[in-house]
């Protein structure tokens, strides 16, 4: 068995980050039952704060709580992945508008590194994906709404319960960094509009392809 070293902060919060990596690498199954006993021997730790991280993972939607029955990792529906993309594209389509018009050359710039980045990702899905959600952060981040910032964060864990199945869709890669380009130019322009709606299409064109 492999020890875990555990961080200096709250211990329930560690246990809940290697949950949500676990989650997000399908270490641990949609819809499978979490084994608390198992992990919290794995991991050298009561039941207590493992508890307590099932309960902020049951917060941002990764983790179902069933009374008497434990936990299990969240399924995501077609409806629930509709819901979730339908509100990240009104969420981030604003935010995008907000940039073009708002941004700094300085900010400006930095959201082009990384779409050139993203761009030279693009043979690797996995660190695509992960450029890709940078530049969606920090693009947030230019924006600078915080209460925004932290409901695209709580949606966006709900999304990468399917992310595994938009990554293999033929094409998808070269797609996205289509529409990001797009997005790039709106916002190079300055084009609040084309920028709100090139981001409108992108988050359209992602629920086809995580379907």
């Known amino acids: 068995m492999v020890a875990v070293s555990l961080s200096p902060r709250a211990l329930y919060e560690e246990v809940a980050e290697l949950l949500r990596q676990r989650i997000f690498k399908r270490e641990l199954e949609p819809g499978s039952w979490i084994d608390e006993l198992k992990i919290a021997e794995e991991y050298g730790i009561s039941r207590t704060p493992l508890r307590e991280a099932l309960k902020v993972l049951a917060a941002e939607g990764l983790v179902t709580m069933k009374v008497r029955r434990g936990a299990y990792v969240t399924e995501v529906s077609d409806t629930d992945l509709a819901d979730v993309y339908h509100l ?96 790039m130019d709106a916002l190079a322009k300055r084009d609040a509009s084309a920028a709100v709606k090139k981001m409108q299409e992108h988050f359209r064109n992602g629920l086809e392809a995580a379907g």
């Not at 907000?98 to 030279?120: F, N």
């Open 88 to 183: 990240l594209s009104l969420l981030e389509s604003d935010a995008a508008g907000v940039v073009a018009k708002r941004a700094t050359d300085a900010q400006l710039k930095e959201l082009q590194a990384l779409h050139k980045d993203l761009e030279a990702a693009a043979g690797n899905r996995e660190k695509f994906f992960a450029i890709n959600e940078r530049f969606h952060m920090r693009l947030l981040e230019i924006a600078g709404n915080r209460w925004r910032d932290q409901m695209v964060a709580d949606l966006r864990k709900v999304m990468k319960l399917n992310r595994h199945n938009s990554l293999l869709k033929s094409g998808r890669v070269r797609e996205s960094m289509l529409e990001h380009r797009a997005i």
